[in-house]
């Protein structure tokens, strides 16, 4: 039950949003798009969230490898 209201209430912002916006365009001399919805911006933003994670992996991936780079060094003896 909580969820099903909990998605009314999601739908009630997405019209609240969508009066704002219609009533920006209605009212405004030069309405902009870009004022109500940047994709890039929102693109940018989402590619953002996820390049923290993928740098985190590569630094996790470069210390694992690392790691082995020492340990065969340690086991064959380092060469100069």
């Known amino acids: 039950m909580k969820g099903i209201q909990a998605g009314y209430i999601d739908e009630r912002e997405r019209l609240a949003v969508l009066a704002n916006s219609i009533a ?21 933003l989402l590619e953002e969230a996820y390049a923290d994670n993928d740098l985190q992996n590569k630094q996790t991936v470069n210390e694992k490898r690392i790691e082995l780079y020492n340990n065969l060094a340690a086991a064959f003896g380092e060469r100069s």
């Open 24 to 44: 920006y365009f209605s009212n405004a001399k030069k309405p902009k798009f870009k004022k109500v919805f940047d994709r890039a911006k929102e693109e940018r």
